[in-house]
């Protein structure tokens, strides 16, 4: 079955710990995505990456990072300098062929106590 | 800066009744304007527009893009309470290869 996962599904933290999120997609998709979303909201984007080795901060940046060694991969790592970093994160890929349609995971929900 | 809208930010309806849900953009190297589904977990695909006046279509839902306006429609017929959900769109930039999404909206259908 082709996909992606994202683990874990919950997630608890005290303040101040840094923490990564797992998202790991077997579609072949160049092209990974990571969005951040609070209650009522839209999706932001955090950081996005178009190929191995590169990505790009996308409109809320500040406090995370990420890498990207491998295609498969584009794990997420919530730093302590995130002011408030409890949320639902969503990893999401897509083939900048000629279909544009993007693929999410389930979502990590990540509470900072 | 590039930027999409979505109108209204929420709707209550009676099951039956047919809802239009807006979405406006304006964004650099608009590519396509895609429609999500989200019911407390991932975003679900619905719809992928990249024309003009061609309508998409699935069971009850329908949409429809207007470049020139720079807007899409998303319609849902005949409402039943398993459609209540956010309803997101988003626009997808060539070149940055960005995915920009709207706050949704937020349907809820009542018995």
């Known amino acids: 079955d082709g996909g992606i996962t994202q683990s874990p599904k919950y997630l608890f933290r005290k303040e101040g710990q840094n923490v990564t999120l797992s998202c790991e997609q077997n579609?072949?998709?160049?092209?990974m995505y990571w969005y951040r979303q609070d209650p009522g909201q839209g999706l932001r984007l955090i950081y996005y990456?178009?190929?191995?080795?590169?990505?790009q901060k996308g409109d809320i940046a500040e406090g995370y990072s990420v890498s990207r060694e491998k295609k498969e991969s584009f794990p997420l790592t919530v730093t302590s300098a995130q002011k408030n970093p409890t949320a639902f994160y969503l990893c999401?890929?897509?083939?900048?062929?000629?279909?544009?349609?993007?693929?999410f995971g389930p979502g990590t929900r990540l509470t900072v106590t | 800066e590039d930027k999409v809208v979505q109108s209204p930010l929420s709707l209550v309806v009676h099951e039956g009744d047919t809802v239009t849900l807006n979405c406006s953009y304006e964004?650099?190297?608009?590519?396509?304007l895609l429609w999500y589904k989200q019911e407390k977990k991932a975003p679900t695909f619905l719809f992928m527009l990249?024309?003009?006046?061609i309508e998409k279509k699935s069971g009850r839902l329908s949409s429809i893009l207007d470049k020139k306006e720079l807007f899409s429609i998303l319609n849902i017929t005949a409402t039943q309470t398993g459609d209540s959900a956010i309803y997101l769109c988003?626009?997808?930039?060539?070149?940055?290869?960005?995915?920009?999404f709207g706050t949704g909206t937020r349907l809820k259908v009542l018995a």
């Open positions: 999401a890929s897509s083939d900048p062929g000629e279909v544009y349609e993007q693929y």
């Open positions: 579609l072949n998709h160049d092209a």
């Open positions: 990456s178009q190929i191995v080795n590169d990505f």
């Open positions: 964004v650099t190297n608009f590519r396509s």
């Open positions: 990249t024309s003009s006046g």
């Open positions: 988003a626009s997808f930039t060539s070149g940055t290869y960005k995915y920009i």
